[in-house]
């Protein structure tokens, strides 16, 4: 079971918004950068939010991430159908001193 | 541009020692931290430590009795090494490097390596 918690689905029609959230506690979120990571389908893990809400040069400013307290979300506004993927929130752990995944929400393009 | 390449053998048996290569190109090897992730077949991620370029290292809690990351400054590669595998550890092994040298969160990752363990 992992420490930072996703719904382990979402979906969404063309168009729409979706928000997908993870929730942790202060040794982790409460205290440290939120990144996420889309996964598409066969692929390795990319970079889509750093640093809670910035994006990496060339992600598209359709997604955005905020945190608050010791949750964090990601919003995915304009929805299209090449987002459907799996979606990861991570984030440093102070006290494990480890790198800490959420597991994972898959996203559906209905 | 970084890229990660990674190598390793595909297949184990039982308590064999899984062993895998992550080669770096392009930009610095110093400063940052060098991880290693692994996702079971239809499962999420999981992370199983880092190292830096002094040879500094955090391991996943679950998996620090059994693993040990290893770097070679001098070929800018970094390695991992799996004890007494079992068919819980058959997943795809990733590499990656962190986004910056003040951050230990993954923003460069190789192409995966499956790795199953079966008798």
């Known amino acids: 079971q992992s420490v930072l918690t996703q719904p382990p689905s979402a979906s969404g029609t063309p168009g729409q918004r979706v928000t997908i959230s993870c929730s942790g506690s202060s040794s982790n979120i409460g205290d440290n950068y939120v990144y996420w990571y889309q996964q598409l389908p066969g692929t390795a893990p990319k970079l889509l939010i750093y640093?809670?809400?910035q994006r990496p040069s060339g992600v598209p400013d359709r997604f955005s991430g905020s945190k608050s307290g010791t949750s964090a979300s990601l919003a995915i506004s304009g929805l299209r159908s090449e987002d459907e993927a799996d979606y990861y929130c991570?984030?440093?752990?102070?006290?494990?001193?480890?790198?800490?995944f959420g597991g994972g929400t898959k996203l559906t393009v209905l | 541009q970084v890229q990660l390449q990674q190598w390793g053998a595909g297949l184990l048996k039982p308590s064999e020692t899984l062993s895998l290569t992550c080669a770096v190109y392009?930009?610095?090897?110093?400063?940052?931290?060098w991880s290693w992730i692994r996702q079971p077949p239809g499962k999420g991620l999981e992370w199983i430590g880092e190292i830096n370029d002094s040879g500094s290292t955090n391991y996943s809690p679950s998996l620090k009795s059994r693993v040990t990351i290893s770097v070679d400054t001098s070929k800018n590669q970094f390695s991992l090494r799996l004890n007494s595998v079992t068919a819980a550890d058959t997943a795809i092994y990733y590499c990656?490097?962190?986004?910056?040298?003040?951050?230990?969160?993954?923003?460069?990752w190789g192409q995966g390596t499956p790795v199953t363990v079966s008798s």
């Open positions: 640093r809670s809400n």
């Open positions: 991570a984030a440093w752990d102070d006290s494990l001193s480890a790198v800490l």
């Open positions: 990656a490097r962190s986004l910056t040298v003040v951050t230990h969160l993954l923003g460069y």
């Open positions: 392009g930009g610095s090897f110093r400063g940052y931290y």
